[in-house]
């Protein structure tokens, strides 16, 4: 800790003054002030502790992963053991795999390369396709340092035996990728909130169900639109316009009422949102992160 504070007050002295220094010197510092401060609160957390703040809270790894128990409550005795849904569509059926170190049947005999591959580019060790289900077609914008820590997390997590069927693959699949997610995110990008707010946003598939289906292909031109079915328990939710449109979409909701939306599942006029949304793993996230993801959302063009 007074390390730390030596550093900030190093920092803070360097730039006393900046008022009277010329404006490309002040930007030029305020970046670097900025990228420092990312770079210290990523210092804070362990590779572990940082991907566990990812998988079970922007990347809700669990909805999908993790067995229910009564009332459709995560069954946490068997994390990411394999979820209880099956998808039954068009190209393939398959559950939700075992993602636990089980050495049968889980990743235990996967490598860090392996796990960072599948994610990365949906390929098993043995040269199978993922199901996209799996939304890796998002992930190729994970910074190094984080897709390091949701492996050091998910070797961490209790081994569990739990046999998951295998995946039918009745057709060739189609994997899709967002605009401007085509490759790894920098370090430095994470201290712009716009930016990081895409990269966040993204990892979290926000637009994978937030985002127009046209023949089971995402139609990025609408962007951001909603209209996905998602039936379940809850009934049949239909995901919501999220564009900056000022009627359509957020565009009159204000900063708290987006990160209620986001966290609680309460919308501006304070009825309850459905799910599938996992409002309480989002409710994990710390304010910076979610004030980033506004600030992303204020940028998507408006769509009605």
């Given at each position: 800790?007074?390390?730390?504070?030596?550093?900030?007050?190093?920092?803070?002295?360097?730039?006393?003054?900046?008022?009277?220094?010329?404006?490309?010197?002040?930007?030029?510092?305020?970046?670097?002030?900025?990228?420092?401060?990312?770079?210290?609160?990523?210092?804070?957390?362990?590779?572990?502790?940082?991907?566990?703040?990812l998988v079970n809270?922007?990347?809700?790894?669990?909805?999908?992963?993790?067995?229910?128990?009564?009332?459709?409550?995560?069954?946490?005795?068997?994390?990411?053991?394999?979820?209880?849904?099956?998808?039954?569509?068009?190209?393939?059926?398959?559950?939700?795999?075992?993602?636990?170190?089980?050495?049968?049947?889980?990743?235990?005999?996967?490598?860090?390369?392996?796990?960072?591959?599948?994610?990365?580019?949906?390929?098993?060790?043995?040269?199978?396709?993922?199901?996209?289900?799996?939304?890796?077609?998002?992930?190729?914008?994970?910074?190094?340092?984080?897709?390091?820590?949701?492996?050091?997390?998910?070797?961490?997590?209790?081994?569990?035996?739990?046999?998951?069927?295998?995946?039918?693959?009745?057709?060739?699949?189609?994997?899709?990728?967002?605009?401007?997610?085509?490759?790894?995110?920098?370090?430095?990008?994470?201290?712009?909130?716009?930016?990081?707010g895409f990269y966040?946003?993204t990892i979290g598939?926000?637009?994978?169900?937030?985002?127009?289906?046209?023949?089971?292909?995402?139609?990025?031109?609408?962007?951001?639109?909603?209209?996905?079915?998602?039936?379940?328990?809850?009934?049949?939710?239909?995901?919501?316009?999220?564009?900056?449109?000022?009627?359509?979409?957020?565009?009159?909701?204000?900063?708290?009422?987006?990160?209620?939306?986001?966290?609680?599942?309460?919308?501006?006029?304070?009825?309850?949102?459905?799910?599938?949304?996992?409002?309480?793993?989002?409710?994990?996230?710390?304010?910076?992160?979610?004030?980033?993801?506004?600030?992303?959302?204020?940028?998507?063009?408006?769509?009605?």
């Amino acid at each position: 800790m007074l390390v730390r504070q030596r550093r900030t007050l190093r920092v803070a002295v360097v730039f006393t003054g900046l008022d009277r220094a010329p404006k490309f010197v002040t930007r030029w510092a305020v970046g670097c002030m900025a990228a420092i401060a990312v770079a210290c609160s990523a210092f804070a957390q362990t590779p572990v502790e940082r991907g566990s703040y990812l998988v079970n809270g922007i990347l809700t790894c669990g909805n999908c992963h993790t067995p229910r128990g009564p009332g459709g409550v995560w069954d946490m005795s068997k994390q990411l053991s394999g979820g209880p849904r099956t998808w039954d569509e068009v190209t393939f059926k398959a559950k939700a795999a075992n993602i636990t170190p089980n050495l049968e049947t889980g990743i235990g005999k996967w490598s860090d390369a392996d796990i960072k591959r599948s994610l990365l580019t949906g390929m098993r060790p043995n040269g199978t396709q993922i199901a996209p289900m799996m939304p890796y077609g998002f992930y190729k914008v994970f910074t190094p340092a984080d897709i390091d820590a949701v492996v050091a997390y998910l070797k961490s997590v209790s081994a569990v035996s739990n046999a998951v069927e295998p995946p039918v693959y009745k057709a060739a699949m189609h994997v899709d990728t967002p605009p401007g997610a085509d490759k790894a995110m920098s370090e430095t990008d994470m201290a712009d909130p716009g930016k990081r707010g895409f990269y966040l946003a993204t990892i979290g598939h926000c637009m994978e169900c937030h985002t127009p289906l046209v023949n089971d292909v995402h139609d990025y031109a609408q962007l951001g639109k909603g209209g996905q079915s998602f039936p379940g328990p809850w009934g049949v939710t239909v995901s919501r316009n999220i564009t900056s449109h000022p009627t359509a979409g957020l565009g009159a909701w204000s900063d708290a009422e987006i990160k209620s939306a986001i966290t609680q599942g309460v919308r501006k006029d304070g009825t309850k949102l459905n799910p599938p949304m996992a409002f309480s793993r989002y409710a994990t996230m710390t304010d910076q992160d979610l004030s980033a993801i506004v600030a992303y959302l204020r940028t998507v063009p408006p769509m009605k």
